[in-house]
């Protein structure tokens, strides 16, 4: 799978939504990442369903929905998901989660992923790898941008690739989330992620989002 740019939408400036968006397409970013938050879940609130439906009238880039909600059964109606979208759940948001993941695949996308943050031990996906296409490992705790990488997710993103190594899932998304820096990217990639969310911690960190862009794209060739 070749490396994908996921641009978080909660580190854009509103005011330039449209300049960002057309920077985002002419730059090839491959998806708009989308926290969606109701601050229960996560301490935070993000942009509700008709922020989103307006957006997909405005770009062709495909939405990388990042579900941070306490209850993930009752919003999945209002995303009206398209089979090119990427929808993360959190493993510590539902109960019956391979209920949650087998309701969203039925809503009609074809990249159903599994949110996990950093205390969530690895093993808990166990019985899920055969559910998902994907898993978004959440390297800060959800729910604001600008944070610092919680201590030893690096080291366990080593052992995301060793469990993707082992259930013989190499086609498998793997995803990371949470103050993925110029620096993280380039060690994250050696490691086996292949989609990287971008905040403020690469693309919407410097003046010129091209040059930033640009940049980030190398550190994960
Ligand atoms: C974290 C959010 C992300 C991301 C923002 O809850 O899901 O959108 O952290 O990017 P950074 O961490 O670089 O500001
Ligand atoms: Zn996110």
Do not use: W
Request: charged share 25%; hydrophobic share 40%.
């Amino acid at each position: 799978m070749n490396n994908r740019i996921s641009a978080s939408l909660m580190c854009a400036d509103p005011f330039e939504l449209k300049n960002t968006l057309k920077c985002l397409e002419d730059n090839g970013v491959d998806y708009l990442h989308i926290d969606i938050m109701d601050g229960k879940f996560v301490p935070n609130l993000g942009i509700g369903s008709d922020y989103i439906n307006a957006l997909k009238k405005h770009t062709s880039i495909p939405l990388d929905y990042h579900i941070m909600v306490k209850d993930p059964d009752s919003i999945i109606d209002l995303l009206d998901l398209r089979h090119q979208d990427l929808v993360s759940v959190h493993y510590e948001s539902s109960f019956q989660i391979q209920r949650t993941l087998e309701n969203i695949r039925r809503k009609g996308t074809d990249n159903v992923m599994i949110a996990i943050n950093p205390a969530t031990p690895l093993c808990v996906l166990e019985e899920l790898i055969y559910y998902i296409d994907g898993i978004n490992l959440l390297m800060v705790n959800p729910g604001f941008a600008g944070q610092k990488m919680v201590d030893n997710c690096i080291k366990k993103a080593e052992k995301v690739a060793r469990f993707i190594r082992k259930f013989k899932r190499e086609d498998i998304i793997f995803e990371v989330d949470g103050n993925i820096s110029f620096e993280h990217a380039k060690i994250l990639n050696n490691i086996g992620a292949n989609t990287f969310v971008a905040g403020t911690s690469s693309i919407f960190c410097k003046s010129d989002m091209d040059k930033a862009i640009k940049e980030l794209k190398t550190c994960i060739k």
